[in-house]
């Protein structure tokens, strides 16, 4: 019996040692790893999308603050008494805050997008730690009570934290296309020669700016758009929200619901064993 159990731990040291070896050695290439790449790949994307959405709220804000200082009867750049198109001032502000939290939201991506590589050669080294703790407690005869949040907190970084991002890669479009092109539908029927949602190569061309002054070639032009951004500003509003809602939802609360999964199944695991 007691001859059984040394085999036992001859055989789990054995393979703990294998792990630790290979974490390692993965831990050499963790950032060209696959699933490192595709969970870049998927906050880029996220970035791309929000960069986009984020110039067109910029390019509909400078339209929105030279509106207001449209006086009648007079010229663009001259200040008059009479400024109507003032009550636009909620809207633009409102605008503006809005471009705020996608810029956040876009500066975060980029963070998520260059720390997962450094994280997942840090999670792997834990794994690597831990494995190597694990062995010595087994030679010793101890509880693990060292290795277990090692390894916790590696296969945390290692697998868990880019999982989640590939995972939600997998399902956040399927989940969210379909408010996204009701509400990009929305916001373009409402900005239409002013600040159309493009992609990000158009908005760093000057096609969008050239454009933008053709439509709006006259005070005329832009009191025509004002009044019909007045007119739809709760629409253009709470669909610009919704989009941020999606970056949100794709950003935040989708990988952190599959990361909550990880955490509760490798707790229900550590209590079992």
């Avoid at 110039?55 to 603050?65: E, G, I, K, Q």
């Avoid at 997962?116 to 690597?128: C, D, H, I, K, R």
């Avoid at 005869?141 to 916790?152: D, F, I, K, Q």
Wanted: proline share 3%; aromatic share 8%.
């Amino acid at each position: 019996m007691r001859e059984q159990g040394n085999r036992m731990r001859i055989f789990c040291t054995m393979v703990i040692l294998c792990l630790g070896l290979a974490s390692a050695a993965i831990a050499v290439v963790a950032r060209d790893a696959p699933l490192v790449g595709r969970a870049q790949a998927y906050a880029e994307t996220v970035a791309t999308s929000s960069a986009a959405t984020y110039v067109t709220l910029r390019t509909l804000n400078a339209f929105l603050s030279t509106a207001q200082e449209i006086e009648v009867g007079g010229s663009l750049f001259v200040s008059g008494n009479v400024q109507p198109l003032k009550v636009l001032e909620p809207i633009d502000d409102t605008v503006e805050r809005v471009a705020g939290a996608i810029f956040a939201i876009m500066a975060a991506t980029g963070i998520v997008a260059v720390a997962l590589g450094p994280l997942g050669t840090g999670g792997w080294m834990l794994l690597a730690l831990g494995c190597g703790v694990a062995v010595a407690e087994l030679s010793l005869g101890r509880r693990a009570a060292l290795s277990r949040p090692l390894l916790g907190y590696g296969a945390f970084l290692a697998v868990a934290l880019p999982l989640a991002f590939v995972i939600a890669a997998g399902v956040a479009d399927a989940l969210t296309d379909a408010v996204w092109v009701r509400h990009q539908a929305i916001i373009a029927d409402i900005t239409r020669g002013i600040a159309e949602p493009a992609g990000l190569d158009d908005a760093r061309g000057e096609g969008w700016i050239a454009t933008m002054g053709d439509s709006l070639g006259s005070i005329a032009d832009y009191r025509t758009f004002a009044v019909g951004i007045y007119n739809r500003a709760d629409d253009l509003v709470a669909s610009f929200v919704m989009i941020l809602a999606v970056f949100v939802f794709k950003l935040f609360v989708l990988p952190i619901v599959v990361l909550a999964a990880f955490v509760l199944a490798w707790r229900q695991a550590a209590q079992s064993y």
